[in-house]
């Protein structure tokens, strides 16, 4: 249920940067990107040892803060979330 719920919130969070009136094309990257590390992780066949997923969303938590709060709830949710699953 976690991993979908994951999966939820970067599909919301591309969503909203999307839906943006300043889109900002790099930041709509960042997000794109994290949904492929994340499909990443979920792949057994990978090695995601070195996977710095959680990181990247930290960071882009707090570039959020000022710019974007509704995507910053949605990164905060997420950064719980990935916490619940051990990533």
């Known amino acids: ?7 939820e919130l970067i599909k919301e969070l591309i969503k909203e940067l999307e839906q943006e009136t300043a889109l900002d094309v790099a930041t709509v990257e960042q997000a ?19 996977n710095t997923m959680l990181d990247d969303v930290i960071a882009l938590e707090a ?9 910053e709830k949605l990164i905060r949710e997420l950064v719980n979330t990935l916490s619940r699953l051990g990533i």
């Open 1 to 7: 249920m976690s991993n979908d719920r994951a999966n």
């Open 63 to 71: 570039s959020f803060a000022t710019t974007h709060p509704v995507a």
């Open 32 to 50: 794109k990107l994290l949904q492929n590390k994340f499909e990443d992780i979920l792949n057994p066949d990978l090695d995601t040892s070195d």
